[in-house]
């Protein structure tokens, strides 16, 4: 970290973080019970709860959060407009592997031959960028149902969700209207491993 120019590392204990008789939690509308929301029912409360304690007890300028995880940038955008935070929220670009994978730590735990079927999750995502992009389709379902037509060509993929969804609520869209931006968002496990992975699209004019 020394040679990315990092000066302080914080590093709390769990103890720290959640001392004997904690019982107070912030939780956000945005994310709840749908989506990433209804897969993992209390991750977003925990995501809130401690980003809130950290940003209380840092009081930073600045946060950064991945694109991978762009529902969680939607909760922690919330948060930080609701509870009138003074803080910029900086949504830093996905990395990706050669075949499109999105960085993770979780693409440690594919074998050697699910990763090299892992990136059908991009090709998906691909598809869904060319039905929005190039052919102006305005259709949420037929969006959705060409991303879903692109993992489908791999049974290992046990497929949680594929959605398009509003940029800044997550809710479900029916029609893209245009210059709108939708979130399309995908979740899968391939064997063992759970995969998430999103693009943001722009509809045409």
Do not use: W
Not at 42 to 65: R, S
């Amino acid at each position: 970290l020394e040679s990315e120019g990092v000066d302080v590392v914080f590093l709390p204990t769990k103890e720290m973080m959640y001392p004997e008789g904690f019982d107070t939690y912030v939780e956000s509308e945005v994310g709840g019970g749908r989506n990433e929301g209804a897969v993992r029912p209390h991750f977003f409360k925990g995501v809130a709860t401690v980003c809130c304690k950290l940003f209380n007890i840092v009081h930073p300028d600045c946060v950064f959060f991945g694109q991978k995880d762009a529902q969680q940038c939607v909760v922690i955008e919330h948060l930080l407009r609701d509870l009138n935070m003074d803080i910029e929220l900086v949504v830093v670009p996905t990395h990706r592997e050669d075949d499109g994978l999105a960085m993770s730590s979780r693409n440690a735990y594919l074998s050697e031959g699910e990763r090299k079927r892992a990136g059908l999750i991009f090709k998906a995502l691909s598809a869904a960028k060319e039905m929005v992009e190039e052919k102006k389709e305005r259709s949420a379902k037929n969006v959705a149902d060409a991303t879903s037509k692109v993992l489908d060509q791999d049974t290992g993929f046990e497929v949680q969700y594929v959605q398009v969804l509003h940029r800044s609520t997550l809710l479900a869209v029916e029609q893209l209207e245009p210059g709108q931006e939708v979130l399309v968002a995908v979740a899968a496990k391939l064997g063992n491993t759970r995969l998430i992975d999103n693009f943001i699209l722009k509809s045409p004019q």
